[in-house]
Every structure is written in C-alpha cells, then in structure tokens.
C-alpha cells in the first residue's frame, strides 16, 4: 500500500482556491491513501462565528462531492479536514472518502478557540483498517489505542499543528500501538498562527519513514499494512494479550 499527504498552505476562508489546490495533488500522486490538513477548504483562525457560518459545509456537500469525484477516478482513499455544518451546529470534522463510502469523524479533543465555535464529536471512526483523528486528539494517548482496539491498521490524522510534540509523540503513538500513521499538518501562518509542518509517515515500530520540512510538500511511501496484525514485542508479550484493562478503569471515570 502507499500513503501519501499533500502538506498545503490554505488561503483564509476561500474554499474554491483551497479545494481545487487538494485536488490538483490529488489527481497527481501515485498512492491509495492520501491525507489533507485539518479545515484544509477553509482555514483555521476563525475570530468570529460569521467567518465559521461563511465556509461551513454540510457533508455531503460541495468539497466532498469534489473530493469523491476524484476518490472516484483516482481509485484512492482520501481522509481531509472539513469545517461541517449540521443542523444548528459545527464541528471540526474529517472525512473518510473512498468513492462512493463517505463517513465522518469529528473531532473529540477541541483545542483553544476550536472551543468558541465547534461542538466536540463523541465517538472514533475506523473504516476498513484505518482510522482517523484529528490534530489534538494526539495529546491524548487513548485516540490511537482506541483507534487500534476498534481494528485500525493506519490511522490518519489531519492536523493543524502549531505546538512542537506532535512529531515525536505520533510516533510513540504507532509503536505503543503497532499501527502506521500518517500524520498530514499545514504550513504558513494564519492572524499570528505559525504552524509547524512537520507532517510525517511512520511505521508500525515507530520508525519516521518520512518527515516533511516547513514549506508545501507532497511525500508518499510503501507500507506493508499486515505488519500491524503482529503485536508481539518480545517473543513472550503482545500488546493486546498483555493489556489488563481492569487496571484501568480510571482512565474511563467519568470527569468531575
């Protein structure tokens, strides 16, 4: 299988420019997979809910029926970033296309002013081995393992990522969890944002195949995605027959 990410520079609010910029990538990489930035039809720093109510999208809606019109000619999966509208709410949300399939996650773990204008989703995605999270979902290790437990081979994440960690920590993420990831982060700055680049593809031992530099960059690479069916770490502890869950029920009380 490879994988790829288009690492793009999204213009403010001007989704035309921005969905037409994804699908020029997208008609000329060679991969079955593809991941695009977090919001990448619409940009990030919103500073009022007018400029969210201006490029949110119903799903299906414009940039994802032009999305699966090339999902459709290319053969290809492509997991992006969308600003959706549904019903009287928005959400960060990325979607799962691969012709005629179209599914949505939204994003669970809301960072600084994603709090001002998005509702948080509430469940993970998972769609034929992959899975998908966005951005700071990251910071929480219970993304990925969720992702893994529900069956994820690869997870995809979308990202706008302006805080350093996010490379190293996704590859802890994949080796923790014997899954490949794929990584896809913006670039440039946005009303005072610099965003880190840095979009990567690693492997299910938690090897960075590629990293990205800071500029707009298409990468792709060849994965065995079997290789995440072993979790075996030595020949005597496997990563879900190891696991005691019962040990663990603190992590799922409910806040307070």
């Known amino acids: 299988m490879r994988v790829g990410f288009f690492q793009m520079e999204p213009q403010l609010l001007n989704t035309e420019y921005n969905v037409n910029k994804a699908l020029s990538c997208v008609e000329r990489i ?7 930035p977090e919001l990448f039809h619409s940009g990030y720093a919103f500073q009022s809910m007018e400029e969210v109510q201006k490029v949110a999208e119903p799903i299906p809606g414009y940039t994802t029926e032009k999305l699966q019109e090339a999902s459709t000619d290319r053969n290809i999966v492509i997991v992006a970033g969308i600003c959706e509208k549904y019903k009287n709410r928005f959400y960060n949300s990325a979607v799962y296309i691969e012709g005629d399939i179209l599914r949505v996650y939204r994003k669970i773990h809301l960072f600084l002013d994603e709090k001002k204008f998005f509702q948080p989703g ?46 190293d920590a996704m590859a802890l993420r994949s080796l923790e969890n014997r899954v490949f990831s794929v990584t896809c982060n913006r670039v440039g700055e ?12 690693v492997d299910s031992k938690g090897n960075v195949l590629y990293r990205a530099g800071v500029m ?41």
Do not use: W
């Open 30 to 36: 060679d991969a079955d997979v593809v991941v695009l």
């Open 122 to 167: 509430s469940e993970f995605l998972v769609v034929n081995s992959i899975g998908v999270m966005v951005c700071f979902d990251y910071f929480f290790p219970e993304s990925a393992r969720t992702l893994m437990l529900q069956g994820a081979r690869l997870i995809a994440h979308p990202s706008n990522l302006i805080l350093p960690y996010c490379p």
């Open 190 to 201: 946005e009303r005072g944002l610099h965003f880190i680049g840095q979009s990567q593809i």
């Open 216 to 256: 707009e960059e298409v990468a792709v690479r060849e994965i065995v995605l079997e290789e995440a069916d072993n979790k075996f770490i030595t020949s005597r502890n496997n990563l879900l027959e190891d696991r005691n869950p019962a040990a663990y029920k603190v992590i799922t009380e409910q806040k307070k």
